[in-house]
């Protein structure tokens, strides 16, 4: 069964550092996704992304951070200069296309990003 | 502006026994309801979703969940509970009247734990 993957399962960096976390979605889909997890709170939703664009943002996704599909596979999330407050669980996810917009969003296993 | 909301941080239930998992939901429109499971160190799996039709709907690993319009709720059962159910579960919600491009609005989660 295909699956969302991502790369790294953990990282960690110094604050003020540029990150780059990466996600393989499911071949066909055509949604993206990135939601994050701070340790002890809920899921929170980042952005979407679908046709090479971003589609809809939270008060989250500031200037700092961006997103890229720079190839036919790979769906990435750069964090510009990394904050404490970014440490948390980042979670990719896709969705298969169709005519209708209530596809359930298939998640990967998360990047952990730590912010010393 | 959507919530989803989660009573119970923890379910203990003994193994054989039925379990339920509540949720309750608000959306300024309709609703697209789903549920997911997450096992430790994995990422989301999708368990099932409402979108319209029957209020009772069935999912994998056994797993249903009756949507309820005038109490808005979504409450997420087994009827009978295994060991391996031991997780934590998310309900999601997306209001398909809002404008929402697929963003998910999650509750925070409620602990799963079957006792042999």
């Known amino acids: 069964e295909p699956e969302v993957t991502q790369t790294p399962s953990h990282q960690v960096t110094q604050m003020g550092q540029e990150v780059i976390l990466r996600c393989v979605p499911i071949s066909n889909h055509l949604y993206f996704y990135w939601y994050r997890q701070i340790l002890g709170q809920k899921v929170e939703f980042l952005v979407s992304f679908y046709n090479n664009e971003i589609s809809e943002k939270s008060e989250i996704f500031d200037d700092q951070f961006s997103v890229e599909r720079p190839d036919g596979s790979n769906f990435t999330l750069k964090i510009r200069s990394t904050k404490l407050e970014d440490s948390a669980m980042y979670f990719c996810?896709?969705?298969?296309?169709?005519?209708?917009?209530?596809?359930?969003?298939?998640f990967g296993p998360g990047t952990r990003l730590t912010v010393l | 502006a959507q919530s989803v909301a989660q009573p119970e941080d923890q379910v203990n239930v003994a193994e054989g026994n039925p379990l339920t998992v509540k949720c309750t939901y608000s959306v300024s429109g309709n609703p697209y309801l789903f549920w997911y499971v997450q096992y430790p160190n994995r990422g989301l799996q999708f368990l099932l979703k409402?979108?319209?039709?029957?209020?009772l709907v069935k999912g994998s690993y056994g797993f249903e969940a009756e949507f309820n319009k005038s109490q808005t709720s979504f409450h997420l059962k087994k009827p009978s509970a295994l060991v391996s159910d031991s997780a934590l579960y998310f309900c999601?919600?997306?209001?398909?009247?809002?404008?929402?491009?697929?963003?998910?609005?999650f509750g925070a989660g409620t602990q799963v734990v079957v006792t042999p």
């Open positions: 409402y979108i319209t039709g029957d209020n």
């Open positions: 996810a896709s969705s298969r296309p169709s005519g209708e917009s209530y596809n359930e969003q298939f």
């Open positions: 999601a919600v997306r209001d398909i009247g809002g404008g929402s491009w697929g963003k998910l609005q």
